[in-house]
């Protein structure tokens, strides 16, 4: 028998259709085919198993006491889930039957563990082949199933996932345990929870909330130039504003974001340069070509569709979500790229077709498209197991679309479509004036063409135009005249509170809330905190556990929230561990990483977290907490002995071979006590002397780059500082 087990019913229906007649259906299944030709197609309803509770592992964790913690299971286990579990038994019976089985999972992380892990729990003994599938339209998903890869491709994926299910379960589990206890030491009512992803996403917010119920607004003033050329023969010569621009002289009078803040030096500056003439130190005018956004990642889509319609991630998802099952509209939603097959590029014109037949409204956008056109968005390079969200080539709904659907899938099929568009073209000059001992600067910038942006929704009270007035076409060494000056004043606004979209945005893009240059850098190039599947039911929970509230558009957080966050220490709360976390996931996924070592230097963290040691471990002569990071990959070193002395060793040796030297205290320090780790990275701090003083530095420099001041011999924590 050969067996296709699809992550969902609707999947699976999707499949059995794509296979050849006649149908017979049973309870969870569907055979389809007869003789040889026969297949049987069954389906998972989400998770059909879940990690064991705690108590499963051992009768004491069943309660909730300090001594117990850490929590760390020595063989993992999994239980089935009691709402699906005749389905589970369903295909308990088939996959003991199955010659070959095809696993139909969606094709992302989640997708890949959610059947691999119900093969492994029954020990599934045949061979097993991977389908992915974008698209529900028969004909997609008959091209799929001609096209099977062998799911140990696919190991990886698995690997990765898994490693998330497990971290979740140590860091969620043992850290809830763990500050509950604490706060109800303290007389408090009531479960805390803490989660890997979900604290540092509250952390955000609560950090945002501070800083708005905090923010004391200051005045600031603009120095305005109004200009015009001083060779003049026109009776009506065309006048420009320059704005001052900042130079160091007059530091001491200008904040971080270079606003000047002395009124005083305002009036002064524009009274040194009213009815005084300049000369243009730089003229730059060009023509800039602006090509088509990409289309859609899931992301995109639900930060854009906030933007535009103030819908939140959930209901974009769920909208995403019906537009994909029931409709058949578009492709795979849950899709973290924003890249097309090459081979996509042949199914333009029954896809463009199949849009102007759903969205009538597009339709007069089919003069401007240009078919023959190739975007950057077709990239075989760029595409791993999915790809962008676009329409489907299916050209009527199953059914009537309601708004909400009407408007996702305008929007997506317009992105789709600004692929077949030409360039916008920007028009933008620049001119610097020097006007004694000041510098001012004027800029324009116009649409001069507006190529894909004519397809652009947009909001309206973007509508008017708000391009720059022209600038005269001036040269570098042509003289200007400063007829007079203005002084604008103004005053310092704080942040926006977040929204859905700006909040998913944050979490797309959390490199910009690391301080850390180093880790920042390498955070640009992961997907940031959760996963496009998983961000907008982190959101969701937040809400659920009443540590965040609305107001109107706005995400606030509670007085709960904000007493949870003040109690966590930085590494919890702050998005940097975690954000590490998802590269080392993503690393596994690539192969590069290794979950062993990533799941032991997490319950390293966990041990640090919640104050315990680990145990001394055979052969090793410091306890695993204490060691620093491998320079190579990450992962945590044993001290070792070798022919020149003891050193550090990656415990991925050999695999990888990494090294670094074991760094003595310094016998003159006079502190002789036990290593103290690291805030930031958790490898242990050393004492150094420096011509300012002595002071702590992290043992994995350059690696990681943080300092504590020294106080009396014992590294300063609440004084901590990065350099």
């Given amino acids: 028998m050969k067996l296709y087990i699809a992550e969902k019913p609707s999947l699976g229906r999707a499949i059995a259709a794509a296979l050849p007649g006649p149908q017979q259906q049973g309870q969870g299944w569907i055979r389809c085919g007869e003789g040889k030709q026969s297949f049987t197609v069954s389906w998972c309803i989400g998770h059909l198993l879940e990690p ?36 589970l038994n369903v295909l308990e019976g088939l996959i003991r039957k199955a010659e070959v089985i095809y696993h139909a999972g969606d094709p992302d992380r989640e997708g890949q563990l959610l059947v691999d892990e119900v093969l492994r729990y029954f020990e599934a003994k045949c061979p097993v082949q991977r389908v992915l599938i974008n698209d529900l339209t028969p004909k997609a998903v008959a091209r799929a199933l001609q096209q099977p890869r062998d799911n140990r491709e696919f190991r990886r994926l698995s690997h990765s996932a898994l490693a998330r299910q497990r971290a979740d379960w140590l860091y969620g589990i043992n850290l809830t345990r763990h500050f509950t206890l604490s706060y109800q030491r303290q007389g408090e009512q009531g479960v805390y929870s803490v989660g890997r992803v979900q604290t540092p996403v509250l952390g955000l917010v ?8 905090n923010f004391e607004p200051k005045p600031f003033f603009r120095v305005l130039a109004h200009c015009h050329e001083s060779d003049l023969n026109e009776a009506e010569p065309t006048t420009f504003a320059a704005r001052w621009v900042p130079s160091e002289t007059f530091r001491q009078h200008l904040d971080e974001e270079n606003r000047l803040l002395n009124g005083d030096t305002a009036k002064q500056i524009a009274a040194d340069v009213e009815g005084r003439s300049g000369t243009v130190t730089e003229a730059r005018f060009r023509d800039r070509n602006e090509a088509p956004p990409l289309p859609f990642s899931l992301s995109a889509l639900q930060i854009e569709a906030g933007r535009l319609f103030r819908m939140g991630a959930r209901d974009v998802l769920d909208t995403a979500q019906n537009l994909y099952e029931r409709h058949q509209l578009i492709t795979y939603p849950r899709s973290d790229c924003r890249y097309l097959p090459e081979e996509h590029f042949s199914q333009r014109e029954q896809v463009v077709n199949a849009i102007f037949r759903v969205s009538q409204a597009l339709q007069p956008e089919q003069p401007r498209l240009d078919l023959g056109r190739r975007s950057a968005a077709w990239n075989d390079k760029k595409v791993d197991a999915h790809h962008a969200i676009i329409p489907t080539a299916r050209s009527r709904p199953s059914g009537q679309l309601s708004q909400a659907e009407a408007r996702i899938y305008n929007l997506i099929a317009r992105h789709y479509l600004m692929q077949f568009c030409a360039d916008a073209v920007h028009r933008e000059g620049k001119l610097t004036l020097a006007i004694g001992d000041h510098r001012f600067r004027a800029s324009e910038t116009a649409v001069a063409e507006s190529g894909w942006k004519a397809l652009e929704i947009r909001l309206r009270d973007n509508h008017q135009d708000q391009s720059a007035a022209p600038l005269p076409r001036l040269k570098q060494g042509d003289p200007v005249h400063c007829a007079r000056s203005e002084i604008q004043e103004r005053k310092t606004q704080p942040p926006q509170p977040f929204t859905d979209a700006t909040l998913l945005s944050a979490m797309t893009n959390i490199a910009r809330f690391v301080d850390d240059p180093e880790l920042r850098k390498t955070l640009r190039d992961t997907d940031g905190l959760g996963t496009e599947a998983t961000r907008a039911a982190i959101i ?28 966590l220490p930085d590494a919890i709360r702050q998005p940097d561990t975690t954000a590490r976390w998802e590269a080392n996931l993503e690393s596994i996924r690539q192969g590069k990483g290794d979950p062993k070592a990533f799941m032991a230097d997490l319950e390293v963290q966990i041990r640090r977290f919640i104050g315990t040691d680990p145990g001394q471990e055979s052969g090793q002569a410091l306890p695993a907490g204490n060691a620093p990071h491998c320079p190579a990959c990450r992962a945590p070193m044993v001290g070792r002995e070798g022919k020149f002395g003891r050193f550090f060793a990656c415990t991925r040796f050999p695999a990888c071979k990494g090294t670094r030297p074991i760094e003595e205290q310094d016998p ?9 780790p690291c805030p930031h990275c958790f490898a242990p701090l050393v004492r150094r002397k420096s011509h300012k003083g002595w002071f702590w530095g992290c043992s994995n420099f350059p690696g990681c780059r943080q300092t504590v001041d020294d106080d009396n011999g014992q590294p300063a924590l609440h004084l901590r500082k990065t350099t």
């Fill in 52 to 87: 064991a509770e705690p108590a499963r592992y051992n009768p004491r964790w069943q309660k909730w006491r300090a001594e117990d913690l850490p929590m760390v299971p020595d063989q993992w286990q999994l239980t089935p889930k009691e709402s699906v579990k005749k389905q």
């Fill in 206 to 213: 609560v950090e945002r909330d501070n800083t708005i119920d």
């Fill in 540 to 567: 969701e929970t937040l809400f659920r556990r009443e540590y965040l509230r609305r107001e109107k558009r706005h995400i606030r957080s509670t007085d709960k929230g904000k007493a949870l966050i003040g109690a």
């Fill in 668 to 676: 003159q320090d006079g502190t002789g006590q036990a290593p103290v």
